[in-house]
C-alpha cells in the first residue's frame, strides 16, 4: 500500500500549483482522500477532502477555500489538489492520506485516516 504525493516546488507568489497524490496496492476509488500540510514546529492542517461520490464531495479549509480545488480520477488512482494565487503562508509540506468511503472528511481531516503518504515541499517565494 502506498500513496505517493508529487508535484510541489517553488513558486512565486501570486503563482499555482497542481499536486497529484498516487496510490498503489488499494482500490482508491471506496477511500475519501485528503490533503495535508506542515510546517516544521506547527500542527499538521487538513486543507482539503474529497469523497468518493455524492452531492457534497469536497471540503476545505477556510484557510484554502476558493483557491485550492481537490478532484480524483479514480481510473487513474489519482487525487489532485490545485492550488492557486499561493501565499508565503501556503509553503508547506503537503501530504494525502486515505480512509474508507464511509469516513467524514472532517474526521479525515482531523487525522483519522487509514492510509499516509509522504510529502512533496512546497515553496512560495519570490
Known amino acids: 500500500v502506498q500513496l505517493q504525493a508529487s508535484g510541489g516546488g517553488l513558486v512565486q507568489p501570486g503563482g499555482s500549483l497542481r499536486l497529484s497524490c498516487a496510490a498503489s496496492g488499494f482500490l482508491m476509488e471506496y477511500y475519501t482522500v485528503g490533503w495535508f500540510r506542515q510546517v516544521p514546529g506547527e500542527e499538521r492542517e487538513g486543507v482539503a477532502c474529497?469523497?468518493?461520490?455524492?452531492?457534497?464531495?469536497?471540503y476545505y479549509a477556510d484557510s484554502v477555500r476558493s483557491r485550492f480545488t481537490i478532484s480524483r480520477d479514480n481510473a487513474k488512482k489519482t487525487v489532485y489538489l490545485e492550488m492557486r494565487n499561493l501565499d508565503p503562508e501556503d509553503a508547506a509540506v503537503y501530504s494525502c492520506a486515505a480512509a474508507p468511503a464511509t469516513t467524514a472528511c472532517r474526521v479525515l481531516l482531523s487525522g483519522e485516516a487509514r492510509y499516509w503518504g509522504q510529502g512533496t515541499q512546497v515553496t512560495v517565494s519570490s
Open positions: 474529497i469523497h468518493t461520490s455524492g452531492v457534497d464531495m469536497t
